[in-house]
Every structure is written in structure tokens, then in C-alpha cells.
């Protein structure tokens, strides 16, 4: 039999095994959470280096590319800022040389082969008009404001008759030839022009004397437009102009409607705006203000008698004298003697040559064609 103390010792001896055990469980479980703890850092550490060694290779691949492109630099040659300007500065003054004498030859070109100065200079500056006037140039922006024809250079051609005819691609367009007379054309044989092909004729009416300013009906102004009407022409009439104020402007009109009230009259009634020649006319000190007072004044009289108001001038008249836009309500007679127009923009009769002949009229004859059918306005 075991004694109290048998048993008491072998008690004493299991707990300290029980105690042994628990803590090299303990231990064991402190090891694992160290060995854990050591991967994850492990783990995190080869993560970075990863990372370092991809920086690392895409800084590399940079530097290898740079290094290239420097090479590429040095190949061809490589510049300091100081020689770069001064290669800057070489290039522009060669720029300026070769614009120079591109600019010499085609005025060169241009004199040589019989064009006018003002046609050289005009060629210069497409995007302004380029008037001369006393010794003078004077450029003036094409305005956008006004409605341009649109006519190319190409569009229009003289026939083997040194009439102008339309060769362009807008084959809906028509025009009528014409010209315009004074007594300067003499006794005219209204059948045989009809019969070259003339469909209208301007006829003046009067003028106002440029230096006495004395108004004068036209001598043969009764016989133009009655041997025209006679012979199926279509007739306008127009007044040369020198007045000074809008009294005047308003005497010419109303004397204007009085010779014409008789006639049918379908086209245009034309107030001739043009500067004098004479150094003593009366028009020379009148400003672009004062002129478009005259202009209006005798327009709006032909309105509110029933015609149609048209002024008539050249490229001088409506940069100088007026402004395009300010007249651009009014229907438009432009005289430009030469192809290609010069003139941008609309119109509806053009004047393109003072040296015309026609059989039935005697010595030169001003030549017109019209864009605008004033028979179907009538």
C-alpha cells in the first residue's frame, strides 16, 4: 500500500510536468509568431528591393536614352546658346535678303513686261486696295463688311470684237453688253448698234461745270435716248457731278427727272462721282463727309421719284471721295479698265474700257456689261 506521502510526491511530480508542458507550448507559439513576423518583414524587405531594382532599371533605360540623344546632338553639332543666336540672326538676315530680292525681281518682272508701277505695288499688298492720287499712295483695307463679286481672275476674257465676255464656271449667269454716250460720241446710228449686240445704253443727261459750277443738259441727250429706245435698246441716264453742297446735288437731280420724264426709263439714274482734273475745280477741297452728302442727297431724290439710284465711279471714288461701305445701299457702276477687276467688291455694272468701238458710233465708246437684269425690275 502507498503511504500519504507516495501519493502527495507523486502528485507534486505531475504538476511540475503539467507546468513543463505548458510552458514549451508557450514557447513554441512565441516561436511561431516570431517566425511569422520575420517572413512578413522578409516578405516586405524583397518587395522593396524589387521595386528598387525596377526604379533602378527605368532610371537606367533613361539615362541610356538621354545619353543617346546627346550623342544624336553631338553627332550633328552642338550648339552654345551664344552660337545658336547668332545662327538665329544669320538665318534672318538671309530671310530678309532672299524676301528683298524676290520682291525686286517681281517688280522687275512686272515694269518689264509693260505693267504700270501702281499695278507692281498693287500686287504687293492682295489684302488692301492701292490708290494714287497726287504723287500719293494710299492703302485701304479690304473690308469684310461689304459683299465681294467673287469673280476669279480668270473668269472673264475679251472676244476677237474687244468685248468682254464671261468664261468663268457658273453657267447660270447672264450679262448684257453696253455702253454709255455723250456728245463727245457724236450723231450715233442707233440701228447698226443695236444690231452689234448693245442691249443698254447710259446716256448723260447734264453735268455741273468744274470750276463755274454753271449746270448744262448734254447737247445730244434728246437723240441718244430716243434713236436708243427706237431700236430696242434699254436706256439709263446719268449726271457728271461737281456739286459742293446738298442744295446743288438736289438742283442736278430734279433737273435730271425733268429731261427724263418723258422716256421709259429701266435702268439705273446715275449720280457720276469723280474727282476733277482742273487744279481750280471747285470739288478739290471737299472732304469724304462733304461728298457723301452730295451723293445721298441726289440719290435719295432719284428713290422717292420711282427710279433706280446708282452712283458711278472708279476705285479712287470709293476709297478717296467716299467710303464703300457708306454707299453700299445704292446699286453700283464701277469703271476699271482691265482684266482682272480690281476692284473687290460688288457691282452691278462694270466699265471696263474707255477705247471700245461699235459699229454706228464714230471714234472710241466707253464699254459696259451688266450683272443685274433691271428689265425685270420694270
Not at 435698246?233 to 437731280?253: C, H, L, M, R, T
Not at 469723280?274 to 470739288?283: H, I, K, L, Q, Y
Amino acid at each position: 500500500m502507498h503511504s500519504y506521502f507516495d501519493e502527495r510526491k507523486w502528485s507534486m511530480k505531475k504538476s511540475k510536468a503539467s507546468d513543463y508542458r505548458y510552458v514549451r507550448g508557450l514557447r513554441n507559439t512565441h516561436n511561431i509568431i516570431s517566425i511569422i513576423f520575420l517572413s512578413l518583414v522578409s516578405i516586405l524587405a524583397l518587395s522593396f528591393s524589387i521595386v528598387l531594382l525596377i526604379r533602378n532599371a527605368t532610371l537606367q533605360r533613361q539615362e541610356e536614352a538621354v545619353q543617346s540623344e546627346l550623342d544624336a546632338l553631338n553627332a550633328e553639332g552642338y550648339f552654345t546658346t551664344t552660337e545658336t543666336q547668332k545662327l538665329v540672326e544669320t538665318a534672318k538676315k538671309e530671310a530678309e535678303e532672299t524676301t528683298k530680292s524676290s520682291i525686286r525681281s517681281m517688280i522687275q518682272k512686272k515694269l518689264e513686261s509693260g505693267d504700270s508701277t501702281i499695278s507692281a505695288i498693287r500686287a504687293l499688298f492682295p489684302e488692301q486696295m492701292v490708290v494714287a492720287s497726287s504723287g500719293r499712295y494710299y492703302f485701304f483695307p479690304i473690308l469684310d463688311a461689304i459683299k465681294r463679286h467673287g469673280f476669279s481672275d480668270t473668269d472673264f476674257e475679251l472676244d476677237e470684237k474687244g468685248f468682254i465676255k464671261y468664261v468663268g464656271e457658273d453657267k447660270s449667269l447672264t450679262f448684257r453688253n453696253g455702253v454709255d454716250v455723250s456728245r463727245f460720241q457724236g450723231d450715233i446710228d442707233w440701228a447698226r448698234v443695236a444690231g452689234a449686240g448693245i442691249d443698254f445704253a447710259i446716256v448723260r443727261a447734264g453735268l455741273r461745270g468744274t470750276t463755274e459750277g454753271k449746270v448744262l443738259a448734254d447737247d445730244c441727250f434728246e437723240d441718244n435716248v430716243e434713236g436708243a429706245l427706237k431700236n430696242g435698246i434699254d436706256v439709263g441716264v446719268y449726271f457728271y457731278s461737281q456739286a459742293i453742297n446738298e442744295a446743288e446735288a438736289k438742283e442736278e437731280a430734279q433737273m435730271m427727272l425733268d429731261m427724263i420724264e418723258p422716256y421709259e426709263i429701266k435702268y439705273p439714274v446715275v449720280i457720276d462721282v469723280e474727282s476733277a482734273d482742273s487744279e481750280n475745280a471747285r470739288t478739290n477741297n471737299l472732304t469724304t463727309d462733304q461728298y457723301e452728302a452730295v451723293v445721298r442727297t441726289f440719290l435719295e431724290t432719284v428713290r422717292n421719284a420711282g427710279y433706280t439710284p446708282m452712283i458711278y465711279g472708279n476705285v479712287k471714288t470709293y476709297t478717296l471721295l467716299v467710303d464703300a461701305i457708306d454707299v453700299d445701299d445704292y446699286d453700283i457702276w464701277i469703271a476699271y479698265y482691265g482684266i482682272p477687276m480690281y476692284y473687290p467688291y460688288h457691282f452691278d455694272i462694270w466699265q471696263y474700257s474707255s477705247t471700245g468701238t461699235v459699229p454706228g458710233i464714230e471714234g472710241n465708246v466707253d464699254l459696259n456689261i451688266c450683272l443685274t437684269d433691271y428689265t425685270a425690275k420694270n
